[in-house]
Every structure is written in structure tokens, then in C-alpha cells.
């Protein structure tokens, strides 16, 4: 049996009337339009599917599309700031951290994260952060360099008057 719900993602309402046991990622690209979010294992072990609910990465595989009401929602498609990239896909651009583009996503996701906390991970940190997803082209050395650059660039930027953390 189908209900009716709304979730928040990426600031805006999305209407759903789903079984309560589709999963997250189903719901945001079947019921949302959000194809952006991958889906590789379905057992929450590649990292593919990971989004970002009330701020923390979440393997959108693992949680059912009904559980994450009144939560705030953020998939790799708000990132961008209408036709302007963030600096993290522009530092993936950059720093080639991509080939076929199918675990970009979540890896995306992973950096955002860092990105909105104001985290500065060391080296090993963010390796060992990053080991958390599944990568079958790149190896993971690109990815790791364009994150770090993105965050170095954002802790580097000047801070406008009255601004707190990035």
C-alpha cells in the first residue's frame, strides 16, 4: 500500500506517494526527478548513493524514502548555484577526479560535507574518509587532491564582515 509524504530536498517540497519500503535513493530519482544520486550495491557498501540529510552523509541506500521526512535533504544536483558550479566540482573538473562519473556523486557528497562543516581533515583523515566509497576508475589520489584543494581554497577565501565558519 502506497502513502503520501513530502521530503525537503535541496530546499524544495517533493511530493511522494510511495510503499514505505522504497528505498531513499529510489524515491529521489523515481518520485523527485533527482537522477543524480547512483545507485551501485544497494547494501550501502560502494558509497554511490550517498546524499547529505541534515548535514551528514548518508548512504541513500540504507534508509527508506519515508524515514527521512522532516529531514533536509541535499543531493549532488544542489550543489550547483544555478548554472555555477561548486568549488568542488570545479576542483574535480581541475584535478581530473573523474572518468566515468558513475561514483562522482557520492564522492561529491562526502566533500560537501566537509565543505558545509567548515572541517579541515588532515591527509590521512580525509584518505581515510574517502576510502569509505567505491571508485573503479580513477583510483582514489585525484579525488583526494581536488577535495583537499577545494577545502584549502575555501578556508583561504577572505571572510566578509561578520561571516562565522564557511
Not at 557498501?45 to 524514502?65: E, N, Q
Not at 561548486?86 to 572518468?99: G, I, T
Not at 571508485?135 to 584543494?149: H, L
Request: net charge negative; glycine share 12%.
Amino acid at each position: 500500500m502506497k502513502h503520501a509524504y513530502h521530503l525537503q530536498v535541496n530546499g524544495r517540497d517533493c511530493a511522494v506517494e510511495a510503499e514505505p519500503r522504497k528505498i531513499l535513493a529510489d524515491v529521489l530519482r523515481e518520485d523527485c526527478g533527482l537522477t543524480g544520486t547512483h545507485i551501485g550495491c544497494e547494501h550501502g557498501v560502494c558509497g554511490a548513493c550517498t546524499i547529505l540529510l541534515d548535514g551528514k552523509p548518508v548512504r541513500s541506500c540504507l534508509v527508506f524514502g519515508i524515514q527521512a521526512q522532516g529531514a533536509d535533504i541535499r543531493t549532488v544536483e544542489g550543489l550547483t548555484d544555478g548554472d555555477e558550479l561548486h568549488p568542488l566540482q570545479q576542483a574535480f573538473m581541475e584535478h581530473h577526479a573523474l572518468q566515468c562519473g558513475f561514483c562522482t556523486p557520492g564522492f561529491l557528497m562526502l566533500g560537501a560535507a566537509l565543505w558545509e562543516s567548515g572541517a579541515k581533515p588532515t591527509e590521512a583523515e580525509l584518505q581515510a574518509l574517502l576510502s569509505s566509497n567505491l571508485c573503479r576508475c580513477t583510483g582514489y589520489g585525484n579525488i583526494q587532491k581536488a577535495i583537499a584543494s577545494a577545502l584549502d581554497a575555501r578556508d583561504q577565501a577572505p571572510k566578509r564582515s561578520g561571516e562565522g565558519a564557511p
